[in-house]
């Protein structure tokens, strides 16, 4: 507060003026306010406000700069940064298989991308994750809550519906096996409405929308602070047409990116986007690849493919920066995303839907 | 756009004017380094001016799930579904057909796809308690001729179809007056008849279903093995044309496909057909498939699958329509038959 005029970054012709005036603290030049200053030293009001809003910010700055001790930006080792990363949660995905490929889940402050045909479970996942990150954290969850942005509109919520309740069933399940008090405390306030009410649901019809939505998300976090995961379904969809330019979509990807790792980190929010694929076609075969193109590729820190082999749909970890490249199996059920039951098993009800032609007449007794 | 009205510092709006900034659009597609550039304004001015015009684009943009699933009012409730006219059909779809989206039926020459889209464009003329959406529709023809003797056959027999409806609000709906067809041959056609003459009926509010027969026969013809590119670019464009068009007007497009016989394992699983064995895709590849919301096949059943109890009663063959994939449904299937008041599911 007591910093000298002369150290500000000012043009020198208004540094010359504020001298002759008289100023010599910074403290003065607040408490004159910008009418007193733009009478004593003969400049307009705008420019006096300016001038007061550079005084501030550098005011600012120093505040922040004594605080954090040496250096502007935080310090800290490499062991600090393992145990924060160890204490931090996973959302979990409800199959088992895709947790353990993943390390546990689906990652707080980091970009995960979800990759496949159409019609493979993507959004189905994502339908999962944003009810499975709102289990309180008694049942192994991070206890937070979603935002959904959706650029197709195949967020069909009935089907989220059906999926809080079969993840609500689970935790019932579970209290009543451990019979713990804070479970069932947790369980009074975990139903159906209230995972609904804490899915935030944004519709983007072009790439615009999605811009502007993610330039208002940090704000968006701050208010609502117990948000832990950001879905975007698709981020390929409103890039795919529109654009001569492949250069500016590269660009615009490039800076969605960014300002997602960075809401990602901020907030300590997983990330989570969905991918098409294209075809690209090699010398004797084409292949299916990941859309958006190669620089797209290291946007996300984790990258998962879906895929089918027959008519049995298979997950591989593809990219990521601790785990091992693996594949597995999984199933979507009537109650979402889950582990291919064991053979043995499979007289269920969650097996017939499965293989419909094996047994038509389940689907007819229904 | 007029810049004033935005809630900026005159400093900004000067700026903007200066730089000949015209509309919100130019802003977003610039980075925040090239329009403190531009604009030469401060990095703090320039997040305020990103964050003020992203606002004025969203606000009042956000809901919850719980307000979605609560959201009973038929002009905005995602529950609001096109039904089949048939309960075991609409039964398989949860509902019908949803309102937002491309839904395509794709199959064989004479699986009944057409026979479903002329239902559908029936369906769509019922008030809303009855499953429609109280407007007429638009049919698309590219190839065929429109079947307006099979249309006029299906009108008459409509008592017989829909029994759940009263005689004379059956009565009262005039079919041939609000059905409209287009032909559209080629590409250029079709864009034509996309981009102008159907959003106008759309918001006239005249049509409230677009069905296009068929998709791929527009690009049977025009597009060798090395265009792909360029076949590619239009089925992305007639895609999000169409999804554009059913966002902002609310209203179902089906698109007809045909089927292309599958050559290896790894075309059938691009597709993603579910059921091991299947010698038909649908055609138009992965490009077409990413634009759809939903996909269901029809296709004539074999003889020996049929289930023993139908044969008694169905002397026609027996039909099978098939989720390939929806968000909203398992992959499923059921039967139906075409009989002369139109397609009916059988149980």
Same mark, same amino acid.
């Given at each position: 507060?007591?910093?000298?005029?002369?150290?500000?970054?000012?043009?020198?012709?208004? /540094?010359? /003026?504020?001298?002759?005036?008289?100023?010599?603290?910074?403290?003065?030049?607040?408490?004159?306010?910008?009418?007193?200053?733009?009478?004593?030293?003969?400049?307009?009001?705008?420019? !006096?406000?300016?001038?007061?809003?550079?005084?501030?910010?550098?005011?600012?700055?120093? %505040?922040?700069?004594?605080?954090?001790?040496?250096?502007?930006? /935080?310090?800290?080792?490499?062991?600090?940064?393992?145990?924060?990363?160890? !204490?931090?949660?996973?959302?979990?995905?409800?199959?088992?298989?895709?947790?353990?490929?993943?390390?546990?889940?689906?990652?707080?402050?980091?970009?995960?991308?979800?990759?496949?045909?159409?019609?493979?479970?993507?959004?189905?996942?994502?339908?999962?994750?944003?009810?499975?990150?709102?289990?309180?954290?008694?049942?192994?969850?991070?206890?937070?809550?979603?935002?959904?942005?959706?650029?197709?509109?195949?967020?069909? %919520?009935?089907? %989220?519906?059906?999926?809080? !309740?079969?993840?609500?069933?689970?935790?019932?399940?579970?209290?009543?096996?451990?019979?713990?008090?804070?479970?069932?405390?947790?369980?009074?306030?975990?139903?159906?409405?209230?995972?609904?009410?804490?899915?935030?649901?944004?519709?983007?019809? $072009?790439?615009?929308?999605?811009?502007?939505?993610?330039?208002?998300?940090?704000?968006?976090?701050?208010?609502?602070?117990?948000?832990?995961?950001?879905?975007?379904?698709?981020?390929?969809?409103?890039?795919?047409?529109?654009?001569?330019?492949?250069?500016?979509?590269?660009?615009?990807?490039?800076?969605?990116?960014?300002?997602?790792?960075?809401?990602?980190?901020?907030?300590?929010?997983?990330?989570?986007?969905?991918?098409?694929?294209?075809?690209?076609?090699?010398?004797?075969?084409?292949?299916?690849?990941?859309?958006?193109?190669?620089?797209?590729?290291?946007?996300?820190?984790?990258?998962?493919?879906?895929?089918? $082999?027959?008519?049995?749909?298979?997950?591989?970890?593809?990219?990521?920066?601790?785990?091992?490249?693996?594949?597995?199996?999984?199933?979507?059920?009537?109650?979402?995303?889950?582990?291919?039951?064991?053979?043995?098993?499979?007289?269920?009800?969650?097996?017939?839907?499965?293989?419909?032609?094996?047994?038509?007449?389940?689907?007819?007794?229904? | 756009?007029?810049?004033?009205?935005?809630?900026?510092?005159?400093?900004?709006?000067?700026?903007?004017?200066?730089?000949?900034?015209?509309?919100?659009?130019?802003?977003?597609?610039?980075?925040?380094?090239?329009? @403190?550039?531009?604009?030469?304004?401060?990095?703090?001015?320039? =997040?305020?001016?990103?964050?003020?015009?992203?606002?004025?684009?969203?606000?009042?943009?956000?809901?919850?799930?719980? @307000?979605?699933?609560?959201?009973?009012?038929?002009?905005?409730? @995602?529950?609001?579904?096109?039904?089949?006219?048939?309960?075991?059909?609409?039964?398989?779809?949860?509902?019908?057909?949803?309102?937002?989206?491309?839904?395509?039926?794709?199959?064989?020459?004479?699986?009944?796809?057409?026979?479903?889209?002329? =239902?559908?464009?029936?369906?769509? @003329?019922?008030?809303?308690?009855?499953?429609?959406?109280?407007?007429?529709?638009?049919?698309?023809?590219?190839?065929?001729?429109?079947?307006?003797?099979?249309? =006029?056959?299906?009108?008459?027999?409509?008592?017989?179809?829909?029994?759940?409806?009263?005689?004379?609000?059956?009565?009262?709906?005039?079919?041939?007056?609000?059905?409209?067809?287009?032909?559209?041959?080629?590409?250029?056609?079709?864009?034509?008849?996309?981009?102008?003459?159907?959003?106008?009926?759309?918001?006239?509010?005249?049509?409230?279903?677009?069905?296009?027969?068929?998709?791929?026969?527009?690009?049977?013809?025009?597009?060798?093995?090395?265009?792909?590119?360029?076949?590619?670019?239009?089925?992305?464009?007639?895609?999000?044309?169409?999804?554009?068009?059913?966002?902002?007007?609310?209203?179902?497009?089906?698109?007809?496909?045909?089927?292309?016989?599958?050559?290896?394992?790894?075309?059938?699983?691009?597709?993603?057909?579910?059921?091991?064995?299947?010698?038909?895709?649908?055609?138009?590849?992965?490009?077409?498939?990413?634009?759809?919301?939903?996909?269901?096949?029809?296709?004539?059943?074999?003889?020996?699958?049929?289930?023993?109890?139908?044969?008694?009663?169905?002397?026609?063959?027996?039909?099978?329509?098939?989720?390939?994939?929806?968000?909203?449904?398992?992959?499923?299937?059921?039967?139906?038959?075409?009989?002369?008041?139109?397609?009916?599911?059988?149980?």
């Amino acid at each position: 507060m007591q910093r000298d005029v002369g150290s500000l970054p000012l043009a020198p012709a208004l /540094r010359a /003026r504020l001298f002759t005036a008289g100023f010599q603290t910074v403290q003065e030049l607040l408490e004159t306010g910008p009418c007193g200053l733009s009478r004593e030293i003969g400049i307009s009001k705008e420019e !006096a406000l300016e001038l007061l809003q550079v005084v501030r910010q550098e005011c600012h700055g120093d %505040v922040a700069r004594t605080a954090a001790g040496s250096g502007a930006s /935080r310090k800290c080792t490499a062991l600090e940064l393992l145990e924060e990363e160890q !204490a931090q949660g996973f959302i979990i995905t409800f199959c088992s298989a895709l947790d353990n490929i993943l390390g546990g889940g689906v990652q707080l402050t980091k970009i995960t991308e979800v990759c496949g045909a159409p019609g493979v479970g993507k959004t189905q996942l994502c339908m999962q994750l944003a009810v499975d990150v709102q289990i309180p954290e008694c049942f192994g969850g991070v206890a937070g809550e979603a935002v959904f942005i959706d650029t197709e509109g195949s967020f069909i %919520v009935d089907r %989220v519906a059906d999926i809080a !309740a079969a993840c609500v069933q689970h935790c019932h399940l579970i209290a009543e096996a451990h019979q713990e008090e804070d479970h069932l405390k947790a369980l009074e306030t975990f139903s159906v409405e209230s995972i609904l009410s804490h899915i935030y649901y944004f519709r983007c019809r $072009d790439y615009i929308e999605l811009l502007a939505q993610v330039y208002l998300l940090p704000d968006f976090l701050s208010e609502h602070s117990k948000v832990r995961l950001v879905v975007v379904d698709g981020i390929a969809f409103p890039f795919r047409h529109d654009f001569e330019d492949l250069s500016l979509r590269t660009r615009l990807l490039n800076g969605l990116a960014q300002q997602l790792i960075i809401i990602a980190n901020d907030h300590k929010s997983a990330v989570v986007l969905t991918n098409q694929m294209t075809t690209r076609i090699g010398q004797s075969q084409s292949t299916l690849v990941p859309a958006l193109g190669e620089s797209w590729g290291h946007a996300a820190t984790v990258r998962l493919i879906f895929h089918w $082999d027959n008519s049995q749909r298979l997950a591989t970890l593809y990219k990521s920066p601790s785990q091992k490249e693996s594949t597995i199996p999984y199933h979507i059920t009537s109650h979402g995303f889950r582990d291919v039951q064991p053979p043995a098993v499979t007289h269920s009800a969650e097996g017939a839907e499965m293989n419909p032609r094996k047994r038509p007449r389940r689907e007819e007794e229904k | 756009m007029d810049w004033d009205q935005f809630d900026l510092n005159p400093k900004v709006i000067a700026a903007l004017k200066k730089a000949d900034i015209k509309s919100i659009k130019e802003i977003l597609n610039l980075s925040g380094a090239d329009l @403190q550039r531009l604009m030469k304004l401060s990095s703090a001015d320039i =997040q305020c001016l990103l964050k003020t015009v992203s606002h004025m684009l969203r606000r009042n943009s956000m809901l919850t799930a719980l @307000q979605l699933y609560q959201d009973k009012d038929h002009l905005t409730s @995602q529950n609001q579904k096109l039904s089949l006219g048939c309960s075991v059909l609409d039964n398989l779809l949860k509902g019908g057909i949803p309102l937002v989206g491309i839904t395509e039926v794709a199959g064989e020459s004479s699986a009944g796809k057409t026979q479903i889209s002329l =239902q559908l464009c029936l369906c769509v @003329q019922y008030p809303y308690k009855y499953g429609g959406l109280e407007s007429g529709a638009v049919y698309i023809c590219t190839e065929d001729v429109f079947p307006s003797k099979r249309l =006029q056959q299906v009108i008459d027999q409509q008592h017989k179809l829909r029994a759940d409806v009263p005689a004379e609000v059956i009565q009262k709906i005039k079919f041939g007056n609000s059905i409209f067809v287009e032909h559209a041959a080629d590409l250029d056609t079709f864009h034509n008849c996309i981009t102008k003459r159907i959003s106008l009926l759309l918001a006239r509010g005249m049509v409230r279903l677009v069905v296009v027969d068929s998709i791929a026969a527009l690009f049977r013809c025009e597009f060798g093995a090395s265009d792909s590119v360029t076949k590619a670019r239009y089925l992305q464009t007639f895609g999000a044309q169409l999804h554009s068009l059913s966002t902002r007007f609310r209203t179902p497009i089906v698109c007809i496909n045909q089927v292309t016989d599958t050559v290896s394992d790894s075309e059938a699983a691009q597709c993603c057909c579910s059921v091991a064995g299947n010698r038909v895709s649908p055609a138009l590849g992965i490009t077409w498939a990413n634009q759809l919301l939903m996909r269901l096949m029809v296709s004539r059943t074999p003889q020996p699958e049929r289930p023993p109890g139908v044969m008694s009663h169905h002397t026609g063959s027996v039909r099978t329509l098939r989720v390939v994939f929806a968000p909203h449904l398992p992959p499923s299937f059921c039967y139906y038959t075409v009989k002369l008041e139109g397609v009916k599911g059988i149980k």
